[in-house]
């Protein structure tokens, strides 16, 4: 009986609990829908936020000039308030997805969903099939093994959803890539709606036929424009990772100098309670040493921020271009083998009609009719052929102008995302040096003042 009692107060304290952080989701604006339709639930799971302070408050987050948000324009997207899920099988983080919207295609004005990490990816895959040669963005890299334990640390998801806005806001700021359908949906779409579009599109995909890795050859006629681009990336690629090189071994310097330094200004107090005449001088060289010491392990603490993971998140995107490049040029490979197979064939009606001529004239009228087949069956692939190259050749036009047109747009971000690196580096750097040259005037006009009470 005593069993039984037990039994059913945990049943009711669960159900307390789950009522509880349902209420919690309700009222914390949890629901994956759009304005209008606010009080559906996302799926069954529980939903609990994680047991540190609020990440919407985060000022990296608010700060949306940093992200190059615009909030006036015609399409504004945000991404905030990460939330742990608890399900049966999974543990997961969602953020909100807040967008306000002045666009005919658009049935309301503004939207509020809830989209996890692996939602970003199948957009991001989508808009790869939809738009081959536009550069689509790179997403934050999934944990690696070691990280795994700490993905619902506070740092790794806001690590993560500051680089989620930066995704999202590159595509805003995309002429084509901001009108995808996919897109739109992604946005707006209630998770019922969502989840079930993204069965039906995996369930379509199975059913098409498997098409074999082609392998292309070597390009005879090379675009000198996109070569001297890829030189470029290479450039830029080898560049920015001896920069990365070098400041990670700088910061590691830093760290066994903040070592060493840590173990003297202990020194200097006991030094200074053995030595009456001294001690306001060395204390205040133990305090020096001290604000010294506090003000290297801030400009540690902010390498990866600055100039760590910014490095490697360009050299993501740097990727990303010379991969769009490669299926240019695998594009251009195929345009340039339909022009040789339709070559061939060329060749081959003139030398059957050639033959033709000369056998006009013998006795071996018993091969004309293979002869006349094949002229036949030329005469039929030959016009297939010629409007397959130009279907190859007006193709790979549109892609060199969509790939000219994102590359300015690459280029122009390259230089902003760089110099920003670069100012922020300088910034803290000079930051550290006023609190260091601070810390050491005081020092300073001590030794003068005990200088000239000697003196005297």
Not at 157 to 163: N, S, T
Not at 218 to 233: A, G, S, V
Not at 320 to 346: D, G, H, M, N, P
Not at 383 to 400: F, G, R, T, Y
Request: aromatic share 8%; with cysteine; charged share 25%.
């Amino acid at each position: 009986m005593a069993g039984n009692n037990s039994a059913v107060l945990d049943v009711v304290t669960e159900n307390k609990e789950i009522s509880a952080l349902l209420k919690q989701t309700k009222d914390n604006d949890v629901s994956t829908v759009s304005l209008s339709n606010a009080s559906t639930l996302e799926n069954s799971s529980l939903v609990q936020s994680p047991s540190i302070e609020s990440f919407s408050t985060i000022q990296d987050i608010e700060n949306l000039s940093e992200l190059n948000m615009e909030e006036n324009s015609d399409l504004f997207v945000k991404i905030d308030n990460p939330q742990k899920h608890l399900d049966t099988l999974e543990t997961y983080i969602t953020f909100r997805i807040t967008t306000k919207v002045a666009r005919i295609e658009f049935s309301a004005n503004e939207y509020v969903v809830r989209r996890r990490y692996n939602d970003f990816l199948w957009l991001r895959q989508k808009l790869n099939e939809c738009h081959p040669f536009c550069i689509i963005p790179p997403l934050p890299a999934k944990h690696s093994l070691v990280g795994q334990l700490d993905r619902y640390s506070k740092d790794f998801i806001m690590m993560r959803m500051k680089a989620l806005n930066v995704f999202i806001s590159r595509i805003v700021k995309h002429p084509i890539l901001s009108c995808n359908e996919q897109f739109k949906l992604f946005l707006t779409a209630n998770q019922m709606d969502f989840s079930l579009h993204r069965r039906q599109k995996s369930i379509s995909d199975k059913l098409k036929p498997a098409s074999g890795n082609a392998t292309y050859q070597t390009l005879k006629y090379r675009n000198h424009e996109f070569d001297k681009m890829k030189t470029y990336l290479n450039n830029l690629t080898e560049k920015l990772t001896t920069v990365e090189r070098i400041a990670n071994r700088i910061n590691k310097e830093e760290q066994d100098l903040v070592l060493e330094m840590q173990f003297f200004y202990p020194i200097f107090t006991t030094w200074a309670a053995t030595e009456p005449e001294l001690n306001v001088l060395l204390q205040s060289t133990a305090s020096a040493l001290e604000k010294s010491t506090n003000a290297q392990n801030v400009l540690i603490s902010a390498y990866p921020s600055i100039v760590g993971n910014p490095i490697k998140d360009f050299l993501t995107y740097i990727d990303v271009v010379q991969e769009t490049l490669q299926k240019r040029e695998s594009f251009q490979s195929v345009y340039e083998a339909a022009i040789e197979e339709l070559s061939r064939k060329k060749t081959e009606k003139d030398k059957l009609l050639a033959t033709t001529e000369n056998h006009s004239s013998g006795f071996s009228l018993w091969k004309q009719p293979s002869v006349d087949d094949k002229l036949e069956k030329l005469g039929t692939i030959i016009p297939q052929l010629v409007k397959k190259v130009e279907m190859h050749q007006d193709n790979l036009e549109c892609a060199n102008e969509q790939l000219r047109s994102d590359l300015e747009q690459w280029q122009w971000e390259k230089q902003q995302y760089i110099k920003k690196m670069m100012l922020d580096f300088v910034n803290k750097q000079i930051e550290y040096y006023e609190k260091n040259v601070h810390a050491w005037e005081g020092v300073a006009a001590k030794l003068t003042a005990n200088q000239q009470q000697s003196s005297k």
